[in-house]
């Protein structure tokens, strides 16, 4: 009598896309990683802190890892990389990255994060997503060299988003992200033919304005030091300070302002500074960035005159301590000048909303992102023109482009895909005992990247250090989770992905 075997009924055999190419570049990576770390390692032999001990350490573990992946994987590059290699790449390379930098704060003899996985995790993650929560407290008297890694790793998270936003997510279909696809075939829109091309030019700029914002704040008074860390951190919209009290800390000679300008920088897509450099000047007319500024026009204005007719502030600090703010929220940098927990319930509000929202794609932001929520709009507004002429025809465009059912079905997904990680996100830390509101807001900073919360636990003058290590686990797989737009992460718990 024959029988049918087992792994036949109804099941499928597992299949692991070939891991040969995605470990090689993992392995590059870490070598990258590896020789960062030399930076804040040579900063702590200069000022003789004892510091420089975790790098080398850290550094070795990563240069060890790294090595051996590459070497061992090399020369497997041959046919590029399929899709299902490409979605595994990505994560991998964020998880290997956001681990092994968790090192030289494991290591360190310095405050929540010494001897603390948790923190440790928690602390790398919120860096190299550029989200900007931090577990950390004296941070004024903090080793300069871990000061530096806590810049450079935003700063490198920063280079690593532009990067994913135009040669990997694009090419996924994620969320819409096929918008900004840069194909070589479609020259009339891009300053560059090639991707590798387009990469190089935003590299140049990317580190062209944080030499700028570096001698700006240098010039307005900050110290060397200081200048560098946070231009580091103000392009890449990552947030991290050298001061507790961050940017309230700086508030003479106009540094607040030229902190928001820099925020701006960062939020805005880098492939339009290519574009401005190569003589395209229609480039500045660009619908995500106009947008996003006429939101953040709406909303100062709003903030500020309630702040100045409520007395707290005179007519200046209340529209620079509103614009700072409200720009560090919508660039989700994550920079605070003031606890604007305690402007009032409806200021309080319209933070709450701007959360949500984000910069503009190809930049540094994190957030559900501008065009998104302008895709939405040209949707709502096709619905309702066919509710009053059902027989009428609406093409939907968005900058030129027809907006085929693909990309409307993308972003749709994402919205909801986005709110249903936001409330099991926010259900899983209310059931560590948190309340509403710090349950709420830790769970949208963290998907959205923006770095404080709101309340009196994480807000602006808070701290996510007193959280249980449970939730600061939850929160470093949220802050994953939104900076890679969720699909790229999400899929890997399909079966069916590892199916042949």
């Known amino acids: 009598m024959n029988r049918t075997p087992y792994w036949s009924i109804g099941l499928r055999p597992i299949s692991v896309p070939g891991l040969k190419p995605v470990l090689y570049i993992v392995g590059l990576v870490l070598l990258s990683t590896a020789a960062m770390m030399m930076f804040p390692m040579a900063v702590d032999i200069y000022f003789a802190n004892s510091g420089w001990k975790s790098f080398a350490a850290a550094s070795a573990l990563s240069a060890v890892v790294g090595s051996a992946l590459a070497v061992g994987c090399q020369g497997s590059l041959h046919s590029g990389f399929t899709l299902r290699q490409a979605f595994v790449l990505t994560p991998l390379s964020w998880f290997s990255v956001s681990a092994i930098s968790a090192l030289p704060f494991y290591f360190s003899d310095f405050g929540s994060v010494s001897g603390s996985l948790s923190n440790s995790i928690f602390e790398a993650v919120s860096g190299i997503t550029t989200t900007g929560a931090t577990v950390i407290t004296g941070l004024d008297h903090a080793p300069p060299g871990l000061l530096l890694w806590r810049a450079l790793l935003q700063w490198m998270g920063g280079i690593g988003i532009i990067a994913s936003a135009i040669a990997i997510l694009p090419a996924l279909g994620i969320g819409g992200m096929q918008l900004f696809r840069t194909e070589s075939s479609d020259r009339s829109e891009k300053a560059m033919p090639r991707v590798r091309q387009i990469a190089m030019a935003i590299a140049l700029v990317y580190v062209g304005l944080t030499v700028v914002a570096a001698l700006v704040y240098w010039i307005a008074g900050m110290r060397m030091f200081d200048a560098l860390a946070h231009a580091l951190t103000s392009i890449a919209t990552g947030g991290y300070s050298t001061s507790d009290s961050s940017f309230g800390k700086w508030e003479a000679n106009g540094i607040q302002w030229f902190a928001t300008l820099f925020m701006l920088s960062g939020s805005i897509p880098f492939v339009l500074y290519v574009r401005l450099i190569a ?126 059912d693909e990309i409307v079905g993308s972003v749709v997904s994402f919205f909801a895909v986005f709110f249903l990680c936001l409330g099991a996100l926010m259900i899983a830390l209310m059931a560590f005992g948190l309340d509403f509101l710090t349950s709420a807001s830790g769970a949208i900073t963290a998907l959205a990247n923006v770095g404080p919360g709101l309340g009196d636990v994480i807000g602006p003058a808070g701290n996510f250090e007193v959280l249980p290590n449970g939730a600061k686990w939850l929160l470093s797989f949220g802050m994953l989770l939104g900076r890679l737009e969720l699909f790229t992460i999400l899929i890997l718990f399909m079966p069916r992905f590892w199916r042949g």
């Open 279 to 404: 003589g395209e000047h229609k480039a500045l007319v660009d619908r995500q960035v106009i947008t996003m500024l006429a939101l953040i026009g709406l909303a100062v204005a709003a903030v500020g005159s309630g702040l100045y007719w409520a007395g707290q502030y005179d007519i200046e600090p209340a529209f620079r301590q509103a614009a700072f703010n409200i720009v560090s929220v919508v660039t989700t940098t994550g920079y605070a000048s003031a606890d604007y927990g305690t402007w009032g319930n409806a200021a309080v509000g319209i933070f709450f909303v701007l959360m949500f929202v984000g910069g503009c794609t190809g930049s540094t932001s994190g957030g559900i992102k501008i065009f998104r929520f302008e895709v939405m709009a040209i949707m709502l507004k096709t619905h309702f023109l066919r509710l009053l002429y059902p027989r009428g025809v609406f093409p939907r465009t968005y900058g030129n482009r027809t907006l085929d």
